[in-house]
């Protein structure tokens, strides 16, 4: 199904073009928001409007979401109403919203969406999906291209950056930026290299080899007051690039940020959409939120195959394969509905996952006990959890293995394919 799809999405490159100049510019919408509330209510709020100098993002298929997320951002032509622009996104204001702590209290949640910059007014619409997998429209507002109160940023005072590796055709690269978070400025040397290191190693794992060339990697150089991150369960706080800390909803390894404007305030002038975080500590941990940044660390041993992992989410929108009895965040995943991240599934409409790719007479589900006969099935991540992975091993299941499934391969391989138009 998912590969069906694609044949809708790639149409003539020139046409999709003159859709992109009919509606925008080549510069960067980036709108600034609070996410707020607890388990039973949630809102979202406008916080700042901001022009960036140049977009980073896909100029063709922009009407069409080829992942779902858990939310999206919409932008539709005022005086038309023609959806113009649409994304998925996931947010870690979600992911909270799972916790017991969400039950008691509110919090709030810095949040970004990058969209193409209107030539004309525009109304932007957040969704939000909710468990069931109804939509739910958090925030509905115009914005005018004339607005005198959107900041222009990234013209002055740009963050040094290196380019590590540039795309054969720029036009359609896939921009992934590298952030430095915690390196001193005299660390920097030892950023660059964990930069290139990680950089490799994507590259290593396919189908990110196959094409490179349509990659383009930049390694930032946002420099922190102090060396390390935050551990706040030892009070242990930093200074930092982008003030990340461990111990997110109280999950020791769970390293994240909320300072999100910070975050893209550092990126103002670079060309990037899509953003990996390296921070500097030896203690393993990290985060990865599809469509909105990886995070991880960079002294540890499982370094190399714990980035690679963490970009799978925010990039590739992927699942983790393994489960815990406890793990809060499973529950973001209902079992009444199908999951949009393509490497699991509830089987309520395995057609439009990898039923295709099984041999016949595989058993749905499979016992682990057949794997060796069937390399591809449909295997329970945790017995009684109804929810299932098609391989064994994978590296969203596990640092051992060193490859993604073919499953994930394939989801992976069709959105560059979208990202890039053909």
Known sequence: MFRKLLLVFLLPSLV????????????????????????????VFLDELNSLPQWAGRTHHLSENILEGNAQVRIYDKDSGE?????????????????????????????????????????????????SGNEEVKLKHSVSPDDILIHTKGIDKITPHTVLHKAKEPKKAIEVVFVAEGFKKEEMGLFYNYAKTAMNEIFKHEPFGEFADRFTFYAVESISEDSGVSVPRVNDWKNTAVSSNFDTFYSERYLTTNSLKQLHDLLAG??????????????????????????????????????????????????????????????????????????????????????????????????????????????EGLKGNKIYKASLECRMRTNEYDKFCSICQDAITDLILFYTGS
């Open 270 to 379: 670079i060309p990037y959409e899509h953003i990996v975080i390296l921070a500097n500590t030896e203690v393993y941990g990290g985060g990865g939120i599809y469509n909105a940044y990886t995070l991880t660390t960079t002294g540890n041993p499982k370094f190399k195959p714990v980035v690679v992992h963490e970009f799978g989410h925010s990039f590739a929108g992927l699942a983790d394969e393994y489960f815990y009895e406890y793990d809060v965040l499973s529950d973001l995943i209902s079992t009444k509905k199908e999951p949009w991240e393509q490497n699991i599934t509830t089987l309520v409409d395995f057609e439009s996952k990898w039923k295709d790719k099984l041999e016949n007479g595989t058993p749905i589900p499979t016992p682990q006990s057949l794997n060796d006969k069937y390399p591809i099935g449909v295997y």
């Open 16 to 43: 999709m073009a003159q859709d992109f100049d009919t509606y925008f510019k080549d510069k960067t919408l980036r709108l600034d928001y609070v996410f707020g509330g607890n388990s039973n209510e949630q809102f």
């Open 83 to 131: 959806l113009i622009y649409t994304q998925g996104f996931s947010t870690l204001f979600q992911e909270w919203l799972s916790t017991d702590e969400a039950k008691t209290i509110s919090r709030s949640f810095e949040n970004i969406a990058l969209v193409p910059f209107p030539k004309k007014d525009i109304v932007v619409e957040i969704v939000f999906f909710n468990t």
